[in-house]
Nanobody, 124 residues
């Protein structure tokens, strides 16, 4: 069974930076595509970023492109999301997700395993 645990959320001010991490328990982590999603109160879960199995390809939502960076460490079995120039509209619960079959997808339905989420709040 694959378990994902996010960490690093918190309360920051607009313009600040924050780094989220997701630790994954699973023997075949290096074969997973990993993604980050977020869900703000009253809104649907939305795609943030994804990274390919070996980390060679990344994909970002337009709303975070140029500000967020996703990275994957297959040795440590972690995926991170570096968030810079944070805005109040980035406030949400951030979820880490794993896709077993590879490929980069922005649809939440394409991911097989999910973490419990970590809260990010950006004050203006």
């Amino acid at each position: 069974q694959v378990q994902l645990v996010e960490s690093g959320g918190g309360l920051v001010q607009a313009g600040d930076s924050l780094r989220l991490s997701c630790a994954v328990a699973g023997r075949t982590f290096s074969t997973y595509t990993m993604g980050w999603f977020r869900q703000a109160p009253g809104k649907e879960r939305e795609f943030v970023a994804a990274i390919s199995r070996r980390g060679g390809s990344t994909y970002y939502a337009d709303s975070v492109k140029g500000r967020f960076t996703i990275s994957k460490d297959n040795t440590k079995r972690t995926v991170s999301l570096e968030m810079n120039s944070l805005k109040p509209e980035d406030t949400a619960v951030y979820y880490c997700a794993a896709r077993v079959d590879g490929g980069i997808y922005s649809s939440s339905a394409s991911y097989d395993y999910w973490g419990q989420g970590t809260q990010v709040t950006v004050s203006s």
